[in-house]
């Protein structure tokens, strides 16, 4: 963990992964709370910082508009137990509270 480097850009570091081409914008997204289509729809890269308890519902949300294929999923990035999810179908249904999906444009 180094201070001062937000979890999303330490995830896509892990995922050896830049988050964003030089032409998309980046949204960052609470998923502690359900997530709505029009966010999901909107351009660019979506980061779902904090899913939690919104997980299941977050993860159905996204394989019902076909994007789990481009979906990672990092839990507990930088502590003790981190893991990676290169797509979110490879994920479990339940995650904890510093779980984050990055969600790529096709």
Not at 26 to 50: F, H, N, Q
């Amino acid at each position: 963990m180094v201070a001062g480097v937000p979890s999303f850009c330490a995830a896509a570091a892990s995922l050896g992964e830049s988050l964003t081409e030089a032409d998309q914008p980046l949204r960052i997204l609470p998923a502690s709370y359900p997530c709505t289509e029009p966010e999901l729809d909107a351009p660019g890269v979506k980061v779902l910082m904090k899913s939690g308890k919104q997980f299941g519902q977050v993860k159905q949300l996204l394989l019902k508009k076909g994007v789990a294929e481009r979906t990672r999923v990092v839990q507990n990035c930088g502590l003790p137990g981190e893991t990676i999810f290169p797509t979110l179908i490879e994920s479990e249904d339940t995650a904890g509270y510093f779980t984050l999906l990055i969600v790529k444009e096709s």
